[in-house]
């Protein structure tokens, strides 16, 4: 075979040389000779073999050295064992003192002191101190939610070095309170780049307070007594104490009544503002004490609050326990009303029948006892009290049942008990704005039974009652109007289109109403037109798969459509009649719903109008033509 052709078939794909001639060789005996007669041959390992054992022997070795590694590595990063086989954070010292009781309002001084009795030196060290919370700087602006950590660079802590660094903040919290806070050195320990940390906390119990704060209550409670409890501060601190509030926490048998500053919040909390060195705040908050049997506390906290988060860090505080002394002469007023819309709430022209019951609960008779109920409020009727045998006292305001009137007041002997009935409506027009009614009920004599000379006997019960707003909403039907130009025929005809203006109206008398809101439907056979008067008033929106209006007029104050104008939206519908509805009048838009949220009574307000129909009774043009579907 030529050269070249050779040449050809070696870079063929697929050739092949089955005819070449092949070279035999002797395979080698792995055997080895024996010593003597008597011994076996010992075969030599196969290669295969010598491969997987060396392989075996690798991974053994290897996977130790991982762990190894992986061992050290943890050990150095936490700590546990340092370059030297030490745990250097064991031979740290951190410790934290404070030289002066913590003050409310004072600055207060930390006195940290670290050492180092370890053998190698704590490179790069830097130690951090978190303060207390609502801690603040001695001197610049008021810092909210406190100082932030500080940080201090220490340089290289060599063996047996002991040192100390000086931390201050204005502080502030409740007496009593125990300040908390923490205070960390990291390091690394010489020829290491492991970066170490050692922690330890500390305490500071507050021992008193340069805010002055002082809760006081009158030294006897009885339940039924109406009592004032007044708040004083008073502030020495040579730093302003800013942005701060005070929130009242009532006992169960306290029901508040009045204050002399509106509450920021309910009637809990009030904002003070910043109070200076020597500034002063006085708080008054009036209430009414409840019968209980177990000792009832009340406290005044002093602090920030957050209306975000609703959170109240304390100052300071005040806290009085005191327990409240069963009246001697008890009476109790039960009240049902027509329109007990909620507990403590009632509305305007509301009928009352009440319950006047008294006993005397001393051990001994009591001569020529006077029951009585005071009507205070300018929301009550008087002209519609009716009484069984009670006496109006006009001057006094009140309804009177005294013993030469009623026999048995001559003489109440001990649990002797009685029932009087009277009946009161409210006004259903109201001047003043967020009116309360009050009931006050006393049983009293002016001859006190031997052994109580000196002691108050008598017993008084106050109920009270906010009136709810009375809100009005109305919905009307227009043909002929001035506003928008309708077409079409009236009274309407079977195929032919006619258009109609609805007029949804809301007035409000005494007290503010917020979130408020209208909704009504129309029926599938009313087109809404998308005409609105006026244009740029109150939202209203129609929703053509749910066929639902909404108007929302949001806040509607009190004397709207008396000291206002009434609020109001108009919008245009049109209506195609079909022969079903022949002869009589149809249906323009649902019954219309409103709710407001009366803002004083804190309730919800609804009014529901009657459906809109083509008989249109407030238009009086259209009314005389009759509003029935015609052929």
């Known amino acids: ?29 792995n055997t080895q000779a024996p010593v003597s ?4 041959a010992v075969v030599e390992e196969d290669s295969m073999q010598k491969f997987l054992r060396k392989l075996l022997w690798w991974g053994i070795g290897g996977g130790l050295g991982t762990i190894a590694i992986v061992m050290v590595g943890y050990l150095l990063i936490s700590g546990k064992w340092s370059v030297l086989g030490v745990d250097t954070r064991k ?132 339940a039924g007594q109406q009592i004032e409890a007044q708040l004083s501060l008073v502030s020495s601190a040579e730093t302003p104490f800013r942005g701060i509030s005070v929130e009242m926490m009532y006992p169960d048998a306290f029901e508040f009544i009045s204050s002399n500053i509106k509450p920021t919040k309910g009637n809990t909390i009030w904002t003070i503002g910043d109070l200076g060195k020597g500034d002063t705040f006085k708080l008054s908050v009036k209430g009414r004490i409840k019968d209980s049997i177990a000792p009832q506390s009340m406290k005044a906290k002093v602090g920030v609050y957050d209306r975000t988060k609703n959170e109240f860090d304390i100052f300071t505080s005040s806290e009085k326990t005191f327990a409240i002394t069963p009246p001697l002469l008890v009476t109790k007023l039960t009240i049902n009303a027509e329109d007990d819309l909620d507990t403590g709430v009632l509305l305007a022209g509301t009928s009352i029948k009440a319950v006047l019951e008294w006993q005397n609960n001393l051990p001994v008779a009591v001569s020529n006892a006077t029951v009585e109920v005071t009507f205070e409020g300018e929301a009550f009727d008087i002209k519609t009290l009716i009484s069984d045998r009670g006496e109006f006292d006009q001057d006094r305001n009140s309804l ?65 009652y906010k009136l709810a ?98 609020r109001e939206v108009a919008f245009q519908i049109a209506f195609t009649p079909s022969l079903p509805q022949v002869g009589q009048p149809a249906e323009l838009v649902s019954a219309a719903r409103f ?26 043009r259209a009314f005389r033509e009759g509003g029935e579907v015609e052929e």
């Open 1 to 29: 075979m030529a050269l070249d052709d050779l040449r050809r078939r070696l870079f063929k794909k697929g050739e092949g040389f089955e005819d070449r001639e092949h070279s035999w060789r002797l395979r080698r005996n």
């Open 37 to 40: 007669w008597k011994e076996d």
């Open 91 to 222: 031979n740290i010292n951190l410790t934290v003192e404070s030289a002066d009781d913590a003050i409310a309002g004072k600055k207060l001084v930390w006195r940290v002191v670290y050492e180092n009795k370890n053998d190698i030196a704590l490179d790069k060290a830097v130690l951090v101190f978190a303060y207390p919370p609502m801690s603040q700087p001695l001197s610049g602006d008021y810092m909210k939610g406190g100082l932030r950590p500080e940080r201090r660079e220490l340089g290289t802590i060599n063996p047996g070095d002991k040192k100390e660094e000086l931390f201050s903040a204005i502080v502030f919290g409740a007496q009593d309170e125990i300040l908390k806070g923490q205070v960390k050195i990291e390091y690394r320990p010489r020829d290491s780049s492991v970066l170490l940390a050692k922690e330890t906390a500390y305490e500071s119990p507050v021992k008193g307070s340069l805010l002055g704060v002082e809760l006081l209550l009158p030294k006897e409670l009885k």
């Open 400 to 464: 009177r049942w005294v013993p030469g009137r009623i026999p048995e007041l001559l003489v109440v002997d001990p649990g002797e008990s009685g029932a009087f009935r009277f009946s009161i409506t409210t006004k259903k027009t109201i001047s003043v704005r967020n009116p309360t009614l009050v009931f006050r009920s006393t049983m009293q004599t002016r001859e006190l039974p031997s052994g109580y000379e000196g002691v108050d006997i008598s017993g008084e019960e106050r109920v009270t």
């Open 469 to 566: 707003t009375r809100a009005s909403f109305s919905q009307k039907g227009y043909f002929y109007d001035s506003r928008v130009q309708n077409s079409g025929p009236f009274p309407p005809r079977v195929g032919q289109e006619s258009t109609y203006l609805i007029v949804w109206s809301v007035t409000n008398a005494t007290n503010d109403l917020t979130d408020g809101v209208v909704r009504a439907t129309l029926p599938s056979y009313i087109r809404w037109r998308g005409v609105v008067d006026p244009p740029s008033g109150a939202p209203i929106t129609f929703d053509e798969a749910t066929r639902e209006i909404s108007w929302l007029p949001g806040s509607i104050p009190a004397g709207t459509g008396s000291s206002d104008r009434a």
């Open 595 to 620: 709710e407001g949220r009366d803002s004083f009574a804190n309730i919800t307000i609804t009014q529901t109008t009657a459906r809109a129909t083509t008989a249109l009774r407030d238009d009086p």
